[in-house]
């Protein structure tokens, strides 16, 4: 009979093709990094600096900052099932691209605040 411990690397070794190769979180965080750079990139280059581009905007830091906690809690599960998950480079690069765009949407914001453009 199986002990029920709730530990995640024990119920990994006891079958291992429970966990997927790539940790799906990581996925997201990757993905969201760079749907928020392309983001980033149309506010800076290509939008008017409206009403709407100012919701876009916040919109972009929420999706940011999402995208950085999941790749923060994707890093913490691949430590926890370390032998069965990969994918903390693509965690890392999402995390990055993350910060990246919520720095530049934060400085974007803050200038459209000044009323100088």
């Not at 070794?13 to 990581?26: S, V």
């Not at 926890?80 to 934060?106: D, E, F, M, N």
Request: hydrophobic letters at 50%; charged letters at 10%.
């Amino acid at each position: 009979m199986k002990k029920e411990t709730g530990d995640a690397s024990v119920e990994a070794q006891l079958n291992p093709g429970q966990f997927p190769c790539i940790n799906q979180l990581a996925r997201i965080s990757f993905f969201m990094g760079i749907g928020v750079i392309v983001g980033g990139i149309y506010i800076t280059f290509a939008a008017d600096y409206d009403n709407i581009t100012l919701a876009f905007l916040v919109a972009l830091v929420l999706a940011s900052a999402f995208g950085a906690f999941c790749g923060h809690f994707s890093c913490r599960q691949i430590r926890a099932r370390r032998p069965h998950q990969k994918g903390t480079a693509i965690a890392v690069i999402g995390i990055s691209g993350c910060y990246v765009c919520l720095g530049w949407s934060l400085f974007i914001f803050w200038v459209l605040m000044q009323g100088s453009v």
